[in-house]
């Protein structure tokens, strides 16, 4: 195996920007649920939402690709 290998990062500037910024949504979350064990989940999204100028569905979806929430279906 050749240890002198170089990785190329192949992902475009919004990729990046959005990898970081779910970073820190998930971070939020997890703050927010150790704050807040009782509050319902899509509160604590709207309170997210405007942080990220996002909305409460948009969170709600990060956090599911992110494993870190189930909806109830």
Known sequence: ???????IDVRTPSEIRREKRDAMLSNDFKALVRQQP??????????IGEKYSMS????AKVLTRMGLYTPNV
């Open 1 to 7: 195996m050749n240890k002198n290998l170089t990785l």
């Open 38 to 47: 009782t509050a319902k989940p899509y509160r604590l999204f709207s309170v």
């Open 56 to 59: 409460s569905y948009g969170v």
